[in-house]
């Protein structure tokens, strides 16, 4: 079963893959965290009409994909400062980018194969110079993360307590959905457009559901991504006939089921240890992660808070 491990083709796509899985992961959380599921599911449409376009002025369709998502990106956290008008914001764009893309292709007069695989997802034909700039592109966007851990994180559970702290929420939620974009960007050529939300959403939301910090969501998320992504490949390249985004979307679907309804068994038990008064008639397991989560990091808030009242940061 493994020993297409060693075709060239097999190991760049496991490569590109990975540092794919790693990223969406990561923002993944943040995405779920912060309620932007819904850029998610619109940038993987809109990038596809930038790709659509950059075919029909004859350049390479990722430039396209990378441009439209970013300033797509950048437009809907200018547009969008509340939630309710930010989900407008996406669906307005979404649409206009949409009306753009099938313009562009009726247009184009050539078998635009390209602009239709951005749609499935193209990882087992990713060429050596594919992987270089997905790696980079990845290690880029993972080390934005790691700067801007902290403030996001703050920002992410509780925007008014980091905004009264002198937190930039708004120039912090633009930036992130410019790694949105970028990460959605890449995880196309893994999955699709239609199936980017497989390693952005499902394990991160798996994860979620298992950790009670943070750090240790993010850390699993990268597990179960990764894991994905590399019995995705395998599987698929044993088969030869069904595509990778199926064993990917397959596979987190079919962890992510047992977790979730399994999971109000533990964080049952993590509640009454954490605050035994806890009215479990009124209080739904889902409430209960939230609450586990936002504890947790309002912890650290208090930490730090703490420390600069001594002046120690």
Known sequence: MFDILQY?????ALLAGSCVAVVAAIVGYFMVVRGLTFAGHALPNIGFAGAAGAVL?????????????????ISIGILGKRMNERDTAIGIIMTFALGLGILF?????????????????QIVGISPRDVQITAISSLL?????????????????DPEVAEARGVPVRLLTIIFLVMIAITVSLAVQVVGAL????????????????ARSPLWAIVIAIVLGVC?????????ANNGVWPVSF???SLSFGVYLPVRLLSPLWRGRWARKSDPTINRGSTTASQEGDQEQRTTFKAMGN??????ARGEL
């Open 303 to 308: 930490t730090q808070g703490s420390a600069e």
């Open 141 to 157: 966007t993972f080390i934005l993360v790691l700067a801007l851990f902290r403030p996001l994180l703050f920002s992410s559970f």
């Open 8 to 12: 060239p083709f097999i190991q760049n």
């Open 57 to 73: 002025l004859g350049i390479d369709p990722v430039i396209g994909l990378f441009a439209f998502t970013i300033v797509a990106g």
């Open 228 to 236: 994905y992504t590399f019995l995705g490949i395998v599987l698929a």
């Open 105 to 121: 292709l009726s247009l184009y007069f050539g078998y635009a194969e390209r602009v239709y695989s951005i749609l499935f997802g």
């Open 195 to 210: 199936l980017v939300f497989t390693l952005l959403i499902g394990p991160a939301a798996t994860a979620m559901r298992i």
């Open 247 to 249: 064993y990917i979307a």
